[in-house]
T-cell receptor
Framework: DTAVSQTPKYLVTQMGNDKSIKCEQNLGHDTMYWYKQDSKKFLKIMFSYNNKELIINETVPNRFSPKSPDKAHLNLHINSLELGDSAVYFC????????????????FGPGTRLTVL | DQQVKQNSPSLSVQEGRISILNCDYTNSMFDYFLWYKKYPAEGPTFLISISSIKDKNEDGRFTVFLNKSAKHLSLHIVPSQPGDSAVYFCAASARKTSGSRLTFGEGTQLTVNP
């Protein structure tokens, strides 16, 4: 009955490779997010989708491309991985803008630790 | 430009005592504040939230206080339990202007000693 799930949990890869991280939520939420937690432990938003539409796109290299096949899934594809991409990536979801009081309360997945060698 | 700050990287308290975690913010457009708890190798878990129209919200052992004039909020845990040991993140959003975008603080590691 996992609410927000991510795969894989750990990902170790060589510089220059292309990799994907998958996220799924079964909460019926309209909005999904990708966050990056860097070595200083800051959680910073990267992208957000609402009903498969991109609504937040922070200053992230073009090598990062989110894809939302449906509102329950938001995958993150990373091209030409670099050493600085090593971090923990968290997926999250929240009820959409029409839900009023729930706006802003986000529920997180367990994270994917990406290590680029 | 860090808009949400948690100036104490760590806090250690005895079991049964009160834990007070602090958070300061600079953006006056923030109107919704949340606290998340994070255990190692897990994602952040939503704990409690408060809207800017309130100054206090209580849920069991957890109480969040908001002082808008000081742009300061705090999380009180009483009584503290060893299972409360985790990293606590403060987060804020400006719902009218930025929707559901959350800005996080850097976290405070709470250790509750038996």
């Amino acid at each position: 009955d996992t609410a927000v799930s991510q795969t894989p949990k750990y990902l170790v890869t060589q510089m220059g490779n292309d990799k994907s991280i998958k996220c799924e939520q079964n909460l019926g939420h309209d909005t999904m997010y990708w966050y990056k937690q860097d070595s200083k432990k800051f959680l910073k938003i990267m992208f957000s989708y609402n009903n498969k539409e991109l609504i937040i796109n922070e200053t992230v290299p073009n090598r990062f491309s989110p894809k939302s096949p449906d509102k329950a899934h938001l995958n993150l594809h990373i091209n030409s991985l670099e050493l600085g991409d090593s971090a923990v990536y968290f997926c999250a979801s929240s009820a959409g803008a029409t839900s009023g009081i729930l706006l802003g309360t986000q529920y997180f997945g367990p994270g994917t630790r990406l290590t680029v060698l | 430009d860090q808009q949400v700050k948690q100036n104490s990287p760590s806090l250690s308290v005895q079991e049964g005592r009160i834990s007070i975690l602090n958070c300061d913010y600079t953006n006056s457009m923030f109107d919704y504040f949340l606290w998340y708890k994070k255990y190692p190798a897990e994602g952040p878990t939503f704990l409690i939230s408060i809207s800017s129209i309130k100054d206090k919200n209580e849920d069991g052992r957890f109480t969040v206080f908001l002082n808008k004039s000081a742009k300061h909020l705090s999380l009180h845990i009483v009584p503290s339990q060893p299972g409360d040991s985790a990293v606590y993140f403060c987060a804020a959003s400006a719902r009218k202007t930025s929707g559901s975008r959350l800005t996080f603080g850097e976290g405070t590691q709470l250790t509750v000693n038996p």
